[in-house]
Structure formats: structure tokens, C-alpha cells
């Protein structure tokens, strides 16, 4: 009798227009659920998507996307919300979660630092992805990496969140981390 496929669940997190929602949909072999709302007037002032966004809606549970990696494992991607008042979330989208990827936009270097804190808060391994932009702020993985602090133990790549192979790529630094932790701790 074929065992079913071991689930495996992995975080998406950064501040709000990070691109979050984009990345889940770039991998996910389903159509990603999305709970994107529109942005109403009350956000103006409130939530800033950066430099030429055209952003207008907001994700306010979450984002789910799947992965079949093969007939053993299923890759489960939960994308949080970007802002803080939809925090309270993240307990419940981390529980049982092996990893994350922090996304950064390398012109707000500073949205980022709530989802590192609580990663590093909760000890869930990540990997720092920096997500290009058109029209943006750009930085080397270096000048990321110092600007956000992060232990040099974690892992910072670079992105574009609309690639499938780019967020591939993140997701399986992530996966040679959670690995990696996991052969150390026996």
C-alpha cells in the first residue's frame, strides 16, 4: 500500500507589497486561494506599497498555494499579511511550519523587520529573499544582508516573485536549510 505524500509547511512572509501573494502563485501548481481585498480610502497614508506601485488590493488571511515535489513529499505555502494589524494571524499560519522566506523590497528595507523579528522570536529557519522591483531601490545581497541585520547563518537570495525558478530556487535554499538544521540537531 503507497503511503500518502508527507506534507511539508512553509511561511511567506515581509510588509505589506512585497509581492507575498505573487510569489505563492508563481509555484503553486493550483490555483493559489488569495484573500486580496480591495484598498479602500481609509488605508490611504496607512499602508504604502512603495515607489510606482499600482498596488489596490491587500491580502487580509492569507494566500495558500501546493507543490507536488514528488510522490513523498507536498510542499504547502502559506503567504501572511503584510500588515500589522492583521498580525494576530501569525500564530496560527506558522503553527506547524518547518520554514519561511522573508521577502524584502530592497527600497523598505525597514518592512521587513516585523516578520524577522517574529521568525527569530518563534526559532522557524528562513531564508532572506530580496524581491527586484522595476523603478526601485536596488542593493546588492551584501548591502541587504547588513541593512536588515540577519545572522550570517541565514541564507540571502535575490528573486524577481513573478519567476517560477526564481521562487523555486528560494524555496529550495530554504529546504537545504531546514535540512541542514535538522542533521546538526541529532
Same mark, same amino acid.
Do not use: H
Given at each position: 500500500?503507497?503511503? @500518502? @505524500?508527507? *506534507? ?5 512572509? $515581509? ?14 501548481? &493550483? ?5 486580496? =481585498?480591495?484598498? %479602500? ?5 496607512? +499602508?504604502? #506599497? ?6 489596490? %488590493?491587500?491580502?487580509? =488571511?492569507?494566500?495558500? $498555494? ?18 500589522? /494589524? ?6 496560527? !499560519? #506558522? +503553527? ?9 523590497? *530592497?527600497? /523598505? &528595507? ?6 524577522? +523579528?517574529?521568525?527569530?522570536?518563534? $526559532?522557524?529557519?528562513?531564508?532572506? #529573499? ?6 526601485? %531601490?536596488?542593493?546588492? !545581497? +551584501?548591502?541587504? /544582508? ?6 550570517? =547563518?541565514? @541564507? ?7 519567476? /517560477? ?22
Amino acid at each position: 500500500m503507497k503511503r @500518502p @505524500p508527507i *506534507p511539508v509547511k512553509i511561511l511567506v512572509s $515581509g510588509g505589506f507589497g512585497v509581492g507575498k501573494t505573487t510569489t505563492v502563485g508563481a509555484l503553486s501548481e &493550483i490555483e493559489p486561494l488569495s484573500t486580496e =481585498a480591495a484598498m %479602500t480610502s481609509a488605508s490611504v497614508g496607512v +499602508d504604502y #506599497a512603495g515607489e510606482a506601485s499600482e498596488k489596490t %488590493t491587500t491580502t487580509v =488571511a492569507m494566500d495558500f $498555494g501546493r507543490v507536488t515535489i514528488d510522490d513523498s513529499i507536498v510542499l504547502y505555502m502559506f503567504g501572511t499579511p503584510g500588515q500589522d /494589524r492583521f498580525g494576530f494571524m501569525w500564530n496560527d !499560519l #506558522a +503553527d506547524g511550519a518547518l520554514g519561511g522566506i522573508v521577502l524584502v523590497d *530592497p527600497s /523598505r &528595507i525597514d518592512d521587513c523587520f516585523v516578520a524577522l +523579528d517574529y521568525f527569530e522570536k518563534i $526559532g522557524l529557519p528562513f531564508v532572506l #529573499a530580496v524581491n527586484s522591483f522595476a523603478g526601485r %531601490t536596488q542593493l546588492t !545581497l +551584501d548591502q541587504v /544582508r547588513a541593512a536588515a541585520n540577519v545572522d550570517p =547563518a541565514v @541564507p540571502v537570495v535575490a528573486l524577481d516573485a513573478r519567476r /517560477r525558478e526564481d521562487v523555486k530556487r528560494a524555496v529550495l535554499t530554504l529546504l537545504q536549510l531546514i535540512l541542514s538544521r535538522a542533521r546538526s540537531a541529532r
